[in-house]
Every structure is written in structure tokens, then in C-alpha cells.
């Protein structure tokens, strides 16, 4: 998965470097209790043995510090554990509570917490940031670029510069007051709405939004609005609580790690200072599975989440896109939303596969573990098993032979489509077209009736497709709304 996420430079070796040594693995219990038919089920239990077996692997030889992963099927947290170690020198051992800087994944909450403001009528996305903060006033590449709005600071559509300072440089975040002085003399990199731009300075001006329109922090808003009723007791804004892991720097090439004292994020809070473990984000994951109006543990309502996971803005080579808040992207036909982070000694992604409620959670303790990959590789395993074990059994309408009468060509004022069977079901071609090898499937409805299926939209896709017989012979096909006449068999 592409990570969306905070990266800084090569990290300068901060304290005592550790031993070359490859630490021994240590793997935690599991988080939580494998009591439901999913968690239980043989293949999702061989494919965690499957991905432990891989991922200690990679400890052992990629020599990393420690992982913690999660994986999630709709409202339960079918599987975590924590492999190696949360602190090397004490040999504290990775755990499912263990706490992470959650990086990058702070934006999603950025935007969670605008379009909760936004189902209150309080704002709306397409208001310019300059409404609430009359002092945004960035220097713009044309006079006609017009002003910046909500919505393009929360899909990277803003054209601001990705960063508000040397921080990643000097380790030394700025204070809200000097993003202020900053942004005074800041210039666009590109007009509003013109390409994807990735911006860690965009989701900082707009959790400065969130505090203006709600009065007060985006840190105590997080906890009133999303970690309260999401009960996530474990998550906390840019705090060394109890329980953080160490954090570690790049493998340098004597094998040693840097290890990484705890920096504040400052102003940037909102782009990357919040901290969560695995138990914790599964509860925010979960939600976006659920459905129904915002109230209670449903923190936004399914309309404001279906528009958060839908692409928004696409990076220019169409390879990945952002949502609101979420990145979105494609692996093995299927569509993922979620998102990276990486701060100093933290890397972390989800994977959240709508689809099949589905979702994965890796968090790390060092630059170069590349928690991507991990991420994909444990959706390909355990993730693929958890959606095959909890997917509703499919209601088949058998196949009925006499459905072959339905055969033949039908003729229509724009063109001819052919009904063709094959074994034990009907597809439906145009003639004169290159849809051969792709035909569109009339999945059956019961009682001679069918739903227009393929993989892509377009027509008549979903809806019903039904045939009118006379004197004992099908006349007329109807695709939806419309309808062609039967020529022949």
C-alpha cells in the first residue's frame, strides 16, 4: 500500500546505540479472546501460524525492534499480538496494548472531526479556510487561484507546501503561533484543486479549523468526540504516557538503532500527534463499518462515512487517491481505504477492506519496517481467511434449464444485445462489440427475473432485467427503464 504518511530525513543517532546483536523474538497472548465462529475457524487459525512464522522472520533477520499487529472483522478484534520487543535493552516484550506514535493516522481523525462539525450544520467543505481563521492568507502561485477550502486541506488538493518547517530536520515541531507567522509567508506550491499534493501543513491548518469552530483544543476534542464514545481509554494527544514503546531509528549498517526520545508535536498535532494502540484502534476501525445516524458509538453517520471513503482527489498517475482523510487504494481487484504514519521511531498502517469488513493493523517501533508491506502480506493471509470464515453464505437460486428460452437476439432503436447461455447461467454480449471476454452476468432474482451485474458501472448495472412472454415465446427484453424487441433465438 502506498503510505500517506509522515516521513522525515535520516535520523541522527540520538543516544547510547544498541547492540549490533539480533534480539530474540518475544511474542505477547493474544489481545483478544478467540471465542467467536470467525476467530476460531481452522484456516483463520493456520493463517495467523502462517503469518507469525513470516513475520518473526523478518524480525530475526531485518533485525527490527518490535511489531504489534491487529486484525479486525466488523465489530470484533479477531486476532493481535505483539512480536518482539516494545523496549530491547529491558526486553519488554511487544504487547496488542502496547502504545505507538500514531503518526499520519492523526489526520483521519482531522477529518472525522470536521465532518462531525459538519453534520452539526457548523461548517460546511466547501467553506474557504479564511472563514474561520481570518489571519490563512498564503501567498498564491496566480491571482486567479482562488482560496483554499475545508475540503482541499482534508484531500491534499490544497497545493500548500507539505511541511511547516526544518522539524523533521531539528526534531523541533513549531507552536501554533508560529505556523501563524509561518503561513504569512508561505507560497502555494500549486493552485487549489489543481493535483494531489500530499501536505502535513494542510491537516495542521485544519485542525486549527476544528479549535476555532468548536472552542476548544483538537486535543480535547479528539477525547470528547471520538475517544470517549469509541471508549478508546488507551489514546492520548502528543503525551510520554506510561506504556509508549521505545522508539528506534534506521538500521545504520554496524546493525545498530538510534534510540528516539519522545518529541512533542506541537502545532502539527493534528497532522501526526496522536498516540493509540492496537486494542484502541480497533474500536475506531470497527466504526466505520457501522450504519446508521451519528449518536453514541456511531461517531459519524453512513453518509458522512461513505463520503470519507470515497475517492476525492487522485494522484496524478491514477495509481492511489484521498478520500476525506483516508488514502484509497487497489490491490488484487479489491479497494482499500485507510492509512500510513511514520514519526521519529514510529511507522504505522491500516487496511480497512469495506467490502468484507475487513481490516488489518500494524504498528512498529522503528523507521524502516516498512509496515505496508507488513500490512499487506497480513491482510493476504490472516485478512483473506477472516473475510472467507465471517462472509454470508450466499442465497443461490438453482438453475433452472427452461431459463435457456430467454436466449436469443434483441434489437432496440441504439443497437442489438445478445442473451447467450452458457453452463448453468446467462451473460449478456453486444454483438458488434469487444465484450466477449467480459460479458455482464444476469445474476437470478427468482421467478424469471435478474440483476445486471459486471464488474465496472455504466447502463444498466444492478437493476432488473425481465422478459415478457406471449402465446408461449419471449417478445421483449427489459434492462431497467428500457426495453429491445426479440429478433430471433
Known amino acids: 500500500m502506498r503510505r500517506h504518511c509522515l516521513h522525515g530525513p535520516a535520523i541522527a543517532l540520538l543516544a547510547t546505540l544498541l547492540s549490533s546483536a539480533v534480539p530474540l523474538i518475544a511474542s505477547s497472548a493474544q489481545g483478544s479472546p478467540a471465542t467467536s465462529s470467525v476467530a476460531s475457524d481452522p484456516d483463520v487459525l493456520g493463517a495467523q501460524r502462517l503469518f507469525a512464522a513470516w513475520i518473526e522472520g523478518q524480525i530475526a533477520y531485518r533485525g527490527l525492534p518490535g511489531v504489534s499487529v491487529g486484525v479486525v472483522s466488523d465489530q470484533e478484534l479477531v486476532w493481535s499480538k505483539g512480536f518482539g520487543f516494545a523496549d530491547v535493552k529491558a526486553k519488554t516484550p511487544m504487547s496488542p496494548a502496547t502504545k505507538f506514535r500514531m503518526a499520519s493516522h492523526s489526520k483521519v481523525f482531522t477529518a472525522t472531526a470536521i465532518m462531525q462539525l459538519r453534520e452539526q450544520g457548523k461548517l460546511r467543505?466547501?467553506?474557504?479556510?479564511?472563514?474561520?481563521?481570518?489571519?490563512?492568507?498564503?501567498?498564491?502561485?496566480?491571482?486567479?487561484?482562488?482560496?483554499?477550502?475545508?475540503?482541499?486541506?482534508?484531500?491534499?488538493?490544497?497545493?500548500?507546501?507539505?511541511?511547516?518547517?526544518?522539524h523533521w530536520t531539528t526534531n523541533k515541531f513549531p507552536t501554533v503561533d508560529e505556523i501563524k507567522a509561518l503561513v504569512a509567508h508561505r507560497q502555494a506550491a500549486f493552485p487549489p484543486a489543481t493535483r494531489w499534493k500530499y501536505s502535513n501543513l494542510a491537516y495542521s491548518i485544519a485542525g486549527m479549523v476544528v479549535e476555532s469552530v468548536s472552542g476548544v483544543s483538537w486535543a480535547d476534542y479528539l477525547q470528547q468526540h471520538i475517544f470517549q464514545p469509541l471508549s478508546m481509554t488507551a489514546s492520548s494527544v502528543d503525551k510520554p504516557v506510561e506504556g509508549l514503546t521505545v522508539g528506534y531509528g534506521r538500521r545504520m549498517p554496524d546493525g545498530s538503532r538510534a534510540i528516539i526520545p519522545f518529541i512533542d508535536a506541537k502545532g502539527m498535532g493534528s497532522a501526526t500527534g496522536l498516540t493509540s494502540n492496537v486494542e484502541d484502534m480497533a474500536k475506531f476501525v470497527s466504526a466505520q463499518f457501522r450504519k446508521g445516524p451519528r449518536g453514541g458509538r456511531q461517531i459519524l453517520s453512513t453518509g458522512s462515512l461513505r463520503e470519507m471513503h470515497r475517492v476525492r482527489s487522485l494522484d496524478n498517475?491514477?495509481?492511489?487517491?484521498?478520500?476525506?482523510?483516508?488514502?484509497?487504494?487497489?490491490?488484487?481487484?479489491?479497494?482499500?481505504?485507510?492509512?500510513?504514519?511514520?514519526?521519529?521511531?514510529?511507522?504505522?498502517?491500516?487496511?480497512?477492506?469495506?467490502?468484507?469488513?475487513?481490516?488489518?493493523?500494524?504498528?512498529?517501533?522503528?523507521?524502516?519496517?516498512?509496515?505496508?508491506?507488513?500490512?499487506?502480506?497480513?491482510?493476504?493471509?490472516?485478512?483473506?481467511?477472516?473475510?472467507?470464515?465471517?462472509?454470508?453464505?450466499?442465497?443461490?437460486?438453482?438453475?433452472?434449464?427452461?431459463?435457456?428460452?430467454?436466449?436469443?437476439?434483441?434489437?432496440?432503436?441504439?443497437?442489438?444485445?445478445?442473451?447467450?447461455?452458457?453452463?448453468?447461467?446467462?451473460?449478456?454480449?453486444?454483438?458488434?462489440?469487444?465484450?466477449?471476454?467480459?460479458?455482464?452476468?444476469?445474476?437470478?432474482?427468482?421467478?424469471?427475473?435478474?440483476?445486471?451485474?459486471a464488474a465496472t458501472g455504466g447502463g444498466a448495472i444492478g437493476e432488473v432485467v425481465r422478459f415478457v412472454e406471449e402465446n408461449g415465446q419471449v417478445v421483449r427484453m427489459y434492462v431497467g427503464d428500457g426495453y429491445s424487441q426479440r429478433v430471433r433465438n
Request: glycine content about 12%.
Open 317 to 453: 498517475n491514477w495509481t492511489s487517491g484521498t478520500g476525506i482523510g483516508f488514502g484509497v487504494n487497489r490491490f488484487r481487484d479489491k479497494t482499500y481505504v485507510g492509512h500510513g504514519g511514520g514519526y521519529l521511531g514510529n511507522t504505522t498502517q491500516t487496511m480497512i477492506q469495506l467490502d468484507s469488513k475487513v481490516a488489518v493493523i500494524v504498528l512498529t517501533n522503528t523507521n524502516d519496517s516498512d509496515p505496508g508491506g507488513i500490512a499487506r502480506q497480513l491482510m493476504n493471509t490472516v485478512g483473506e481467511a477472516v473475510a472467507k470464515a465471517a462472509a454470508p453464505k450466499p442465497v443461490v437460486v438453482a438453475w433452472d434449464p427452461s431459463w435457456t428460452r430467454f436466449a436469443g437476439l434483441y434489437r432496440g432503436d441504439w443497437g442489438d444485445q445478445q442473451i447467450v447461455a452458457l453452463k448453468d447461467r446467462l451473460v449478456l454480449i453486444t454483438p458488434n462489440g469487444d465484450n466477449v471476454d467480459t460479458p455482464t452476468t444476469l445474476e437470478s432474482l427468482g421467478g424469471g427475473r435478474f440483476r445486471l451485474m
Open 125 to 166: 467543505l466547501d467553506d474557504p479556510v479564511s472563514k474561520y481563521l481570518p489571519w490563512f492568507k498564503v501567498k498564491p502561485t496566480a491571482d486567479d487561484d482562488g482560496e483554499i477550502t475545508i475540503e482541499q486541506l482534508l484531500t491534499h488538493s490544497s497545493g500548500l507546501p507539505r511541511e511547516a518547517g526544518d
